[in-house]
């Protein structure tokens, strides 16, 4: 009797702990089937996605950027893309980055590094008022 008892004991115990039954197996002798249990594990990983970086487009027409006035944060990349008829350039006052004359469809990008305040022009046209300023902010 303990033969048959012990196994169905400890298969209803491992049962009851979480695992299920795969399969049944009879026993010689027309006795009660016995249990087979068997246990598994699994782990669950996620993966964050790597954060990308930020990005900002200013666009430059004939006369005036679009946004004049912008505020990001530091590591952004913003790109400026000339969509008017004429071409320009672009300075920043403290020269921390400079582009020469650019055509339509023409694009330019520098990321900012550290937190201050960026005023640039258009040095073409000055004069006309095209001129804007990044905030880069922590």
């Keep these: 009797m303990w033969r048959i008892a012990v196994p169905v004991a400890f298969?209803?115990?491992?049962?009851?702990?979480?695992?299920?039954?795969?399969?049944?197996?009879?026993?010689?002798g027309g006795a009660a089937p016995q249990v087979i249990a068997t246990a598994t594990a699994t782990t669950t990983i996620t993966l964050s996605p790597r954060p990308t970086p930020a990005a900002a487009v200013i666009e430059m027409g004939d006369n005036f950027f679009?946004?004049?006035q912008l505020t990001v944060k530091v590591g952004t990349t913003v790109t400026w893309k000339v969509v008017g008829q004429s071409t320009h350039d672009l300075a920043a006052r403290d020269g921390s980055f400079v582009n020469n004359t650019m055509a339509f469809g023409q694009t330019f990008s520098f990321t900012f590094a550290k937190?201050?305040?960026?005023?640039?022009?258009?040095?073409q046209h000055e004069g006309d008022g095209m001129t804007g300023e990044v905030t880069v902010i922590e």
């Design 115 to 123: 937190a201050g305040r960026y005023a640039y022009v258009c040095t």
């Design 66 to 68: 679009d946004p004049a």
């Design 11 to 28: 298969a209803l115990l491992v049962a009851s702990c979480g695992a299920a039954p795969t399969q049944t197996a009879p026993i010689a």
